[in-house]
């Protein structure tokens, strides 16, 4: 029970970043969803110390864990615009395709560098 108060607390302060980042882009009228402009808030306090890591890994580790779940309802919603589909498909497809290659070769690419740093430290 601990552990699920814990993994709640962590996703909540993680949400307070993307209210932070909804305040900066009402302000400023940045190009970039407030979304990330919070993560990037969020990630040059991570940098700087002024967050530490132990405060959101677990609820970011839960995040990762059920990502899947987030691209659900994107997913059948753009079934609902069939004529999107229609007129865009093959693009639309291809686009998909290519941006999900893209990133399973980042990810990929980044897990291996990580991996392999972990593993030069010494113990």
């Not at 993307?18 to 402009?37: E, N, R, T, W």
Request: charged share 15%; glycine share 4%.
């Amino acid at each position: 029970m601990l552990k699920f108060i814990i993994i709640i607390a962590q996703i909540l302060f993680i949400h307070v970043f993307l209210f932070i980042g909804m305040a900066i882009k009402l302000v400023i009228p940045l190009p970039i969803p407030a979304s990330m402009v919070g993560l990037i808030i969020l990630l040059a306090c991570l940098v700087t110390k002024i967050v530490k890591i132990e405060w959101v890994e677990k609820g970011a580790a839960w995040l990762l864990a059920e990502l899947l779940l987030f691209f659900i309802p994107s997913a059948v919603g753009i079934v609902n615009y069939d004529e999107i589909l229609n007129i865009k498909g093959i693009e639309t497809v291809l686009l998909i395709a290519v941006s999900t290659f893209v990133v399973m070769i980042a990810t990929g690419f980044t897990a291996e560098k990580i991996y392999n740093r972990k593993r030069s430290l010494p113990k």
